[in-house]
C-alpha cells in the first residue's frame, strides 16, 4: 500500500475528502523510494509528467503505419498510429478503468479532479504505476489538446485485428449488427460515430487498412465519451471484400449513398427493408468517406443503397449525423 510524503507549505491541498480515497496533489512517493524523487523517475524512466520546466517526450510513432494519406483523398486527419494512446475527460477515462483498468500506465489530473479519481489512484498506487495532480498547463502538454476536460490518461493501444470468415459467420448467427466505415478521414467523426454506435449497442465497427481512413487515436477516444470502450474495432485489408464475404456470412450489406437509393428499399428490385427477407438477417451499415461517399467498388457489393430523405436545401448531412440517423432507423428500431 502507497504512503505519502507531506507536503511543503507551498503545497497545493486537496478538497477534503468525502468519504472517498483522495489522490494527494503534487509529487507521489511510494514506500522504498529515497527522499522526494518523482513518481515519474520511478523504475520507468518516463519523464513525461515532469514539472513545467519540462516538457512531455512525444510519442513514438509507430513505423509503418505513419504512412502519409492517400492523394485521392487528401485532408485525412487521423494522424500517425501510436503505441499508446491519451484518454482525456472523466467519462472516457472511468469507461476504461471499468473495463480494464490495468491498462491504465499513467493518470493526471487537475485539483478539481483529484476529488473524483480515489479510488482509480489507490489502484494506480497499489499497481505502482504513476498518478499525479498536475497543473491545467501541464495536462495541456500531455494531452497535447485544451479539451482534456481536467483529466488524462496514458494506455497501451490495442492493435487492430482482421475478423476470420468463422468470426462473420458466429456474428452472423447471433443477428448482431456491424457498421463499416469506408475511409472516415476526420478523428472527430470517427469518435461521434463510436459514440452513437455504443449507444445504440452496435457491439463492433471495421475500418480498411487504408492511410486515408482515421484510427480509433486520442481525439477520436475524447471525441467518443468512453464509446470505444464498448466497441470491438476490427481492420480489414479491403473493403469490396470484405462486403462479399458479409454477404456470403448472411448479412444485408447496406451502403449509405448521398443520392440514388432509398431509405424504404433497394434499388434493382432488392426487398424492402420492411420485408421477412430483409428483416431475417442482420445488418451491416457501410458508411462512405466525408468528400467522396462510398467507393464504387464498395458500393457494387452492397445489398442495397439506402439515401436519407431531406429538403434538398443541402446537398448532406455530415458523416457522423447520417450515421446516428442511419443506426437508428435500420439497427436501432430493431432492438
Known sequence: MAHFSQPGPGSRQAPASTGEFVAPAGPVRLRGTAGDRRAEDRGTGDRRASTATHTPAPARPAGAEAAAPAPELKGSRSGPARDELKICGLAAVRA?????????????????????????????AQAKKIYRCVEPAELEKISGSLHHGGIVAVVAAAPLRAPTAENLQAWARRGEALLVLDRIGNAHNLGAI??????????????????????????????????????????????????????????????????????????????????????????????????????????????????????????????????????????????
Open 96 to 124: 476504461r478503468f471499468a473495463r480494464d483498468p490495468a491498462s491504465i500506465q499513467r493518470l493526471f489530473f487537475d485539483l478539481e479532479r483529484s476529488r473524483q479519481v480515489g479510488v482509480m489512484s489507490k489502484v494506480l
Open 194 to 335: 463510436a459514440r452513437t454506435a455504443a449507444f445504440l449497442g452496435v457491439p463492433r465497427l471495421v475500418i480498411p487498412d487504408d492511410a486515408a481512413a482515421a484510427r480509433p487515436n486520442d481525439a477520436a477516444h475524447r471525441v467518443a465519451e468512453g464509446g470505444f470502450e464498448h466497441l470491438e474495432v476490427w481492420r480489414v485489408p479491403g473493403l469490396a471484400a470484405f462486403a462479399r464475404e458479409l454477404v456470403d456470412a448472411g448479412y444485408d450489406v447496406v451502403g449509405a449513398a448521398t443520392r440514388g437509393g432509398k431509405l424504404g428499399g433497394g434499388p434493382g428490385g432488392k426487398p424492402a427493408a420492411g420485408s421477412p427477407a430483409v428483416r431475417a438477417k442482420p445488418i451491416a451499415l457501410v458508411l462512405g468517406n466525408e468528400e467522396q461517399g462510398l467507393a464504387p467498388d464498395v458500393a457494387a457489393h452492397c445489398t442495397r443503397l439506402v439515401t436519407i430523405p431531406g429538403s434538398g436545401r443541402v446537398e448532406s448531412l455530415n458523416v457522423s449525423v447520417a450515421a446516428a440517423i442511419l443506426m437508428w432507423e435500420l439497427i436501432g428500431r430493431r432492438t
